[in-house]
T-cell receptor, first 115, second 115 residues
Framework: DADVTQTPRNRITKTGKRIMLECSQTKGHDRMYWYRQDPGLGLRLIYYSFDVKDINKGEISDGYSVSRQAQAKFSLSLESAIPNQTALYFC??????????????FGPGTRLLVL | GNSVTQMEGPVTLSEEAFLTINCTYTATGYPSLFWYVQYPGEGLQLLLKATKADDKGSNKGFEATYRKETTSFHLEKGSVQVSDSAVYFCALSDAYTGTASKLTFGTGTRLQVTL
């Protein structure tokens, strides 16, 4: 089984709808992240969480919110979806005990289309 | 702030050709440097990394050397295979700004290898 899973894998929604993307991990890592990937822009950080009680904004948090329900679960919500939020969304985890060069482990991604 | 610049793609090579994908960075502290690879339809996975100047990361025949004097971390492989076709991302994390695990990504370089 995959260590980092994301649901749904694909989603089509309409402008103004609220949607939630879910991420679960079995790696036992405290740190979790949400990124979006757009063609020509690479990956940009939306939110990150270093433990269950810690939530931090990334570089593009406007229009998004997150919830860290447990060490293993980190959800991303779009409160009122708009077309420019159409993108590929990735969840990732990492282990701070690695020290320098901490590796991030990515889920398979959720492809979101906002009409 | 931190930034990563990598060569634009796509890069198209014949099988067994030599590969170089250029990556340069700007960082305020002492970054760790990474190459991540994204195969079609999958999430990103770590290819190799280096945590200090003059370190060489290597994996699956790929190599990259951390050059502080030129602020570069170019990816090389002596003989590419069709199975290396993917998108390659250069990234950095900056341990000394209190955000050791936050990654800054380049825009990605698509590699296509043909028979």
């Amino acid at each position: 089984d995959a260590d980092v899973t994301q649901t749904p894998r694909n989603r089509i929604t309409k402008t103004g709808k609220r949607i939630m993307l879910e991420c679960s991990q079995t790696k036992g890592h405290d740190r979790m992240y949400w990124y979006r990937q757009d063609p020509g822009l690479g990956l940009r950080l939306i939110y990150y969480s270093f433990d269950v009680k810690d939530i931090n904004k990334g570089e593009i948090s406007d229009g998004y919110s997150v919830s860290r329900q447990a060490q293993a679960k980190f959800s991303l919500s779009l409160e009122s979806a708009i077309p420019n939020q159409t993108a590929l969304y990735f969840c990732a985890t990492s282990d701070p005990e690695q020290g320098l060069g901490e590796t991030q482990y990515f889920g398979p991604g959720t492809r979101l289309l906002v009409l | 702030g931190n930034s990563v610049t990598q060569m634009e793609g796509p890069v198209t090579l014949s099988e067994e050709a030599f590969l170089t994908i250029n990556c340069t960075y700007t960082a305020t502290g002492y970054p760790s440097l990474f190459w991540y690879v994204q195969y079609p339809g999958e999430g990103l996975q770590l290819l190799l990394k280096a945590t200090k100047a003059d370190d060489k990361g290597s994996n699956k025949g790929f190599e990259a050397t951390y050059r502080k004097e030129t602020t570069s971390f170019h990816l090389e492989k002596g003989s590419v295979q069709v199975s290396d076709s993917a998108v390659y991302f250069c990234a950095l994390s900056d341990a000394y700004t209190g955000t050791a695990s936050k990654l800054t990504f380049g825009t990605g370089t698509r590699l296509q290898v043909t028979l």
